[in-house]
């Protein structure tokens, strides 16, 4: 009796431990999710002539961005893959140069607080110390 006890309980134990490892990726694709929202939505005092610019330049940058994607999605070749990466970063410094421009200097402060903009994809030096470094947790994690 104790013997079937403790297997049955051991059991769920480990079977419930391996649903808290499923978790998703987080909030990493942000942009890309049926829940974007445009910068318009978030610069105060756009013109009409603003909000029509900026929205001509955000379906061109999307159509742009997807094919890299896909055309990045269907190769094995690495050093291929890491040539659309680029590009696909190039492309969203260009676009986001291009919506930059159409701005006042007041909207351009704005535009560079947004969470898009301001510390996603940050590019760190390589001779970086890992020991100091934050993880998830916000906590100083050791590598």
Do not use: W
Not at 28 to 36: F, G
Not at 39 to 48: A, E, V, Y
Not at 124 to 139: E, K, L, V, W
Request: proline share 3%; aromatic share 4%.
């Amino acid at each position: 009796m104790k013997t079937t006890t403790i297997l049955i309980t051991s059991l769920m134990l480990l079977t419930s431990l391996t649903m808290y490892a499923q978790r998703g990726r987080g909030n990493r694709n942000v942009a890309y999710n049926n829940n974007y929202q445009s910068c318009i939505n978030k610069i105060p005092d756009l013109t009409q002539d603003q909000i029509q610019k900026i929205t001509a330049l955000e379906n061109a940058h999307k159509a742009e961005i997807d094919q890299l994607r896909n055309s990045r999605r269907s190769t094995r070749d690495e050093s291929i893959k890491t040539d659309i990466r680029q590009k696909m970063l190039n492309a969203r410094d260009a676009h986001r140069d291009q919506v930059k421009a159409l701005l006042t200097p007041e909207q351009q402060k704005i535009y560079e607080t947004l969470p898009g903009n301001n510390g996603r994809n940050r590019q760190y030096p390589a001779a970086r110390s890992n020991s100091n470094r934050a993880g998830r947790s916000g906590r100083n994690v050791r590598f």
